[in-house]
């Protein structure tokens, strides 16, 4: 940490250095962890950069690799503000950087609770997340949290040949698909019943502040390739602060000409301060139930699949506290109008204000510990393909990321 002399109040910078697993045949690059420098998008024709000695390093190249905008281009951008700012500070800096933030484990909570003194601070800045579609400077004030829940569906003991038993037994796969789609219309709008009556309807306050945030819904869409968008909301905003549904893998069927016998699905639920997570998985879980599914929670016996028409194994996904990660600020609270200012300061009238963020950040350890208003600030391009292959982050993003922490520690 470095003390100011006269500080107004402490800050405490929190950013993460670990990044997702890969897989090296997706990328463009022969080491996803070996980065490198290229003169624009690889869609854009970007080429690498060899002779980087003698390079000027424009606003639009960027540096490709696992982790590069999620999350070390923060920390480097911390660094640098550090090293401009000092003897100028006007608050207290702490840090502290985390190595388990995409695998959630528990050494976070541990540090928070063992190293009080250390880690307490009157706010809390997140570095993580992606700048608004817009390219402006972004602050968020609060950040979903998640559960789920593993569904396997059983349809017999084992897979059978599916020109024997075709059009007679039931196929695995199949069931699954219905049940799917059961859960989600043809819009996107999940129709499990209550899943949205946490939070529906807004406040005006709520409305507001989504509906001050520059629509950039067409920039996404043609930078990405999505041909029309799915959802319960009228807007991106309102979504992010809606609870998500999501299948992130479905498994079933086998090589050999078969009928599956088993299916699975994992379903993941991006949640919002207003959900709790038990209730949200248990609103799952009670539609399954009520679509005719004999819930087990471990694989099922002969005699089981045999007395119940359908059968579904259900293991569920739930936070060990029992809190989803969901957290919110007041944007009025006396140090998120600092941080705001702050941003303002250094760009003016052309900063994002998001009310949610639609990932999740670790902020609850210290939300929990000390009740310090916490905000988070987005540095790194909105197309900088996190958690996917060929990520990178901008040298423009990184250059006004120093900018921007450079004000928040001298305002």
Do not use: C
Request: charged share 20%; aromatic share 8%; glycine share 10%.
């Amino acid at each position: 940490q470095r003390k100011a002399k006269r500080a107004a109040r402490t800050i405490l910078f929190y950013i993460h250095y670990d990044g997702q697993p890969i897989d090296p045949k997706r990328w463009d690059q022969p080491d996803p962890f070996h980065p490198v420098i290229r003169t624009d998008t690889i869609a854009a024709g970007g080429r690498i950069v060899g002779d980087i000695a003698n390079a000027q390093f424009p606003d639009s190249w960027r540096i490709y690799g696992r982790a590069a905008a999620d999350d070390k281009a923060p920390i480097i951008a911390f660094l640098n503000a550090m090293d401009a700012v000092q003897g100028k500070e006007t608050s207290n800096i702490k840090v502290i950087l985390d190595g388990e933030e995409e695998g959630g484990g528990k050494g976070l909570k541990q540090v928070v609770a063992e190293h009080p003194d250390d880690l307490r601070s009157d706010l809390l800045i997140i570095l993580d997340g992606p700048q608004h579609a817009s390219g402006r400077p972004t602050i968020f004030f609060g950040a979903r949290g998640g559960a789920g829940l593993s569904v396997t569906i059983y349809t017999a003991k084992q897979s059978m040949h599916s020109g024997n038993y075709g059009n007679w037994m039931p196929d695995a796969n199949v069931r699954m698909a219905q049940l799917i789609s059961s859960m989600v219309d043809s819009t996107g709008k999940v129709m499990i019943p209550g899943f949205y009556s946490d939070v529906l309807p807004f406040s005006p306050a709520a409305s507001s502040m989504m509906h001050a945030v520059p629509e950039a819904s067409e920039r996404i869409r043609a930078a990405f390739g999505i041909g029309s968008t799915d959802g319960a909301a009228t807007s991106l905003q309102e979504g992010l602060n809606l609870p998500s549904f999501s299948v992130h893998s479905l498994n079933g069927g086998e090589p050999g000409g078969v009928i599956a016998a088993r299916s699975t699905a994992d379903i993941r639920m991006r949640l919002v301060k207003e959900n709790d997570p038990k209730i949200m998985v248990e609103r799952v879980i009670d539609h399954i139930r009520a679509q005719g599914y004999f819930i087990v929670a471990s694989d099922p016996d002969v005699e089981t699949l045999f007395s119940h028409a359908k059968v579904a194994k259900i293991v569920p996904r739930i936070p060990e506290n029992g809190e989803s990660g969901a957290w919110r600020t007041n944007p009025d609270n006396p140090q998120a109008v600092f941080a705001t200012e702050a941003l303002r300061a250094a760009w003016g009238k052309n900063i994002v204000l998001i009310r949610t963020l639609g990932g999740t950040v670790p902020a609850l350890p210290f939300i929990d510990e000390f009740h310090v208003p916490t905000v988070g600030i987005s540095l790194a391009n909105f197309d900088d393909n996190q958690h996917s292959e060929n990520e990178n982050v901008r040298l423009g993003n990184l250059f006004d990321g120093v900018v921007t922490l450079a004000v928040l520690m001298t305002h």
